[in-house]
Each structure stands twice: as C-alpha cells, then as structure tokens.
C-alpha cells in the first residue's frame, strides 16, 4: 500500500487521486477525533472538512520530513484552536455537551438488531455515559486521550503534534484515565474494585 | 522508584510506552506492592470499557459531496513544488554563506568567462520572464468586483498550462450571473453532479431547502426557502411524486444533476426571484412568451425581480457525461 507521504507527494505533483485516498483512508479518523472533542456530529464535520481543506490548499507546504499523521493533526488542532477562537470571540461557548443523537454507525445499527431491546437501550445508556465522561474532561486532558486513545498515537506522536512534552502527555493521561475510571465505577460501568 | 510513583506511571507502563529502564523499576514494584497491582488491574478494566464502547462513527452521506464541492473552489494544489523549493533552499542557502564565499564567487566569475556568461545569461532570463509577468497581468481582464473567493481563485488559477483550473473558470464564467436586486448576489456555477447556487449573503446556513419539480407549463426548477421550508417541501413533495429535496451545505445549495441535466437546458435561461423570505430558481425555455404570465404570478412579492444567464453562457460548457 502506497504510504501516506507518497500519496501526498504524488498530490503535490498535481494527482488529485492521490488525495482522494488519503481523504479516505483518514476522513473516520479525523472526524472521531473532533467529534469526541465535541460530541456534536455537525460541528466535527465542519471541522473535517476544514482540515481537508487545509490539506489540500496547503499542500505544498508539506514535507517530508514530519510523519504525515502528525502533520495532518497538527492542522486538525489548529483548526479547533481556530474555531473555539471563533466561538469566544462571538461571545458564546460552544455547549460540550454530546446531543441527542445515537451516534452509532451502520454496522452497529446492524448488529444492534439481533439484541434483545433492553440490551440495546443498556448498550446506548453505556455509551452515552462514556460521552458525558469524556465531555466531563478538561480540554487539554481530553485531546491528549482522544489522541492517544481513539487515534492509537504513541506519546511522541502526541507530543509532536501538539507542542507540549512528552512528560506533560503522561500527566495529563494519568489524571485524564484516573478522571474517566473514576466516572465509570460511580456509574457502574466498570464495576467495583 | 517507590509506591507512590510508581502509581503515577502505570497509566504509561500498561500502554507500553514507558523506556525500558524506568518500565523494570515499575515491575520491580509491581513485583512487591499489591497496591500497585490492584491499581494497574483498575486500570486496565478502565481501558477496556472505554474501548468497548468508543466505537468509531461513521461520517454522514453528505460529507464527501460537500468537500468535494469545497475542493473544486480551492486553488489549485502545488504543482511545481520543485521551484518553490530550489527558491526556499537558495534563500537559505545565501543566508548561511559567509561574505568571503561571495567574494570568492566574483572573483572566480572574472577569472571564469563562461561562468561570467552564465550568470549574466540568467540574470537576463530573469528579466524577461518578470517583464513577461507583468506585462501579462497588466493585459489580463478583471473579473466583475465582488468579494467572493471564487473571484480570487479565479484570478490565481489563470495559469494557461492548467487546463483543469481552465475548465473551471469557464464552468465559473458559463454559470455567473448577478441579480438585479440591489444587495443581493447570488451566483450559479457548474460542478460535479449538478448546478450549485450560492447563497451566502441571503440565506441561512442550516435548515433551507431545495425542491426541484417539473410542473409542466411552468418548469419550476428549484423553490429555495427559509425558516418555513420544511411545511413547504412536505405539501409540494406530496404534490409532485417527481420532486427532489436537497439541502445547503456551507452557504450553497446544488441542484443535483438529475435535475439540473434533465430540466435545466443548456440552451435555455436561468432566473433568479427574490420574494423576500423565499428565492426562486426558474428554468423556464419558453421565458419570452411566458414573461407576462411569470410576472403577473409574482406581482404579490414587493421585492420580486429576476436575473438570467444568457444562452451563450450555457453553452460555453460540455455537459456532464460528455466531459467524463
């Protein structure tokens, strides 16, 4: 499989193709990323679309030098510092509350179907509940945790792509995780210890 | 390491990415404190539900229809990064040069005449392809005034070699055209998969909508409203089995191709009604003949006017499957 700088040097060279596989092999990605930022799906699409947008406008700035998903969250956090930006300078805070919506995806809706009704109620209560849990986090702690936990980044990766140590990323993972463990076993969700 | 630290680095230890000195003290520890152990246990149980239960979701349908509309805006991507970058590197190159170097270059150009030559050759290129520049930009014609960021693309995508860019400036060309109603510009253009309007300056950004309907004698393409859309989609959906809803996505509203290609004929207008809290969209081949009856039909809205795009606008463009 042609690796993602290869995709993006083949763009440079004027292959929309080319980046048209790298929107589809990191579009999920990305748009998990600000939707567990933000728990509205709209708003991580917008924000998505920035971040392709971006991509694709500035594309000649993009060297090799930098792994290519490090280059890409670094616009995706820029993109967010952007909008809350935004946000505050209208004078309204965007509301981290997830909205009403199930948020699941085709397959699980699918599968969904062969449980029992209470079993799926439960299932999306759970759910919920680990959405209100990470919305309960302070920001900087929870882009650290969706990175780390929802993209898979090492802490390096974290480390390079928001500007912040690496000694900084395990603090604020180890107050993060011992936040949401605290969250699940008040609600049950993890059970007791 | 003692207990207490240790603590604070299972979170790093149970997801591997601790070094591999600080990783045995932590085993060490973990060796002799239940504490520890229970903790890394509580740990991992946490990990586990959240991973459970933090599926991906997946994006909505419209999401890659409205970035491929936004990608077909944007300039054009870097194509001669080669010379941006022999550019960039130069700079740096005589930034980190050393004076003595530069003299050193002078004096082998007065020893060397072929590189003498050389140099005043380039120099001379220089010139005239900068002379070429301006010369070009001072002939080319300005695009009507409007603050648009197609306007601006436009303006940079002139590059004769790019024929893609080419293409889409002739789709911009083909398909612009400005109401008459004072402060309200709408502009149309062709992109894939249908017409797209823009809507910016007049319309909300959320919860408009599209409805084409083939009425028969007066072909309606498209009825774009507002805050009451949604009544109004329902009753003429109801009405027209043929009707199609589509929805504004980032202050434009596309007609989809099945409509723009089956009732929006290439050699015919386009008319734009502003009736205050709702635009129309008109396709009508028949408009002269029509016009009086058009007219009579909107005299209710104070505000009702109409802008078209000439016949020879439409043509300018190949359609759809003709280009594929």
């Known amino acids: ?193 | 390491m003692n207990e207490n630290e240790a603590m604070l680095e299972l979170v790093s230890y149970y997801k591997g990415e601790l070094e591999s000195e600080k990783k045995a003290l932590v085993e060490e520890q973990l060796e002799k404190s239940a504490a520890c152990r229970k903790e890394l246990e509580a740990i991992g149980r946490t990990f586990d539900a959240l991973h459970k239960e933090l599926v991906p979701i997946e994006l909505s349908a419209h999401f890659r229809m409205a970035l491929a509309d936004r990608l077909d805006e944007a300039t054009q991507p870097a194509q001669t990064k080669g010379g941006i970058e022999i550019i960039r590197s130069s700079e740096r190159h005589l930034r980190d040069m050393k004076k003595p170097a530069v003299i050193r270059m002078v004096e082998h150009a007065k020893r060397s005449p072929y590189f003498a030559a050389s140099l005043l050759l380039h120099a001379a290129a220089v010139t005239l392809l900068v002379g070429f520049y301006f010369h070009m930009r001072s002939t080319q014609p300005q695009q009507p005034g409007s603050n648009n960021q197609l306007v601006v693309s436009n303006e940079i995508s002139m590059i004769p070699e790019d024929a893609a860019t080419k293409r889409k400036m002739d789709r911009f060309n083909a398909y612009s055209f400005r109401s008459r109603v004072p402060g309200f510009t709408t502009k149309a253009e062709y992109a894939p998969g249908g017409i797209v309007v823009n809507v910016a300056q007049t319309m909300k950004e959320d919860g408009n909508i599209v409805l084409d309907v083939n009425s028969g004698l007066s072909c309606v393409v498209a009825i774009l409203t507002d805050g009451e859309g949604q009544p109004a989609t329902e009753s003429i959906l109801k009405e027209f089995p043929n009707a199609v809803a589509a929805r504004i996505q980032n202050s434009r509203i596309k007609i989809p191709s099945t409509v723009a290609m089956d009732y929006m004929d290439a050699t015919s207008n386009l008319h734009v009604f502003d009736l205050g809290s709702q635009i129309e969209i008109w396709n009508e081949p028949k408009w002269t003949e029509l016009k009086s009856e058009f007219e009579k039909m909107t005299a209710s809205h104070a505000s009702s006017s109409y802008a078209l795009c000439t016949p020879e606008r439409f043509a300018i463009l190949p359609r759809r499957e003709e280009e594929a």
Not at chain 1, 30 to 52: H, K, M, P, S, W
Not at chain 1, 165 to 182: D, N, Q, Y
Request: with cysteine.
């Open chain 1, 1 to 193: 499989m042609t690796s993602d700088a290869d995709l993006m040097m083949q763009f440079q060279k004027g292959e929309r193709e080319a980046f048209e596989k790298l929107v589809m092999r990191h579009q999920v990605g990305i748009f998990n990323f600000f939707y567990r930022l933000v728990g509205n799906r709209e708003l991580a699409e917008d924000q998505t679309q920035e971040v392709f947008f971006r991509l694709y406008t500035h594309a000649e700035s993009y060297t090799n030098s930098a792994k290519f998903t490090t280059y890409m969250y670094r616009i995706a956090k820029n993109c967010w510092i952007d909008h809350m930006r935004r946000v505050k300078r209208r004078g309204r805070m965007q509301s981290l509350d997830k909205e009403t919506e199930n948020g699941l995806n085709l397959y699980d809706n699918l599968s969904a179907q062969t449980e029992e009704p209470h079993e799926n109620l439960e299932r999306e209560d759970k759910r919920n509940m680990i959405d209100e849990a990470l919305a309960s986090l302070p920001e900087e702690q929870r882009v650290v945790f969706v990175l780390s936990e929802i993209q898979g980044m090492k802490y390096a990766e974290i480390s390079e792509t928001l500007d912040i140590p690496v000694g900084t990323i395990k603090s604020r993972m180890h107050v993060a995780v011992s936040r949401l463990r605290e969250y699940l076993t008040r609600h049950g969700i993890t059970g007791k210890e």
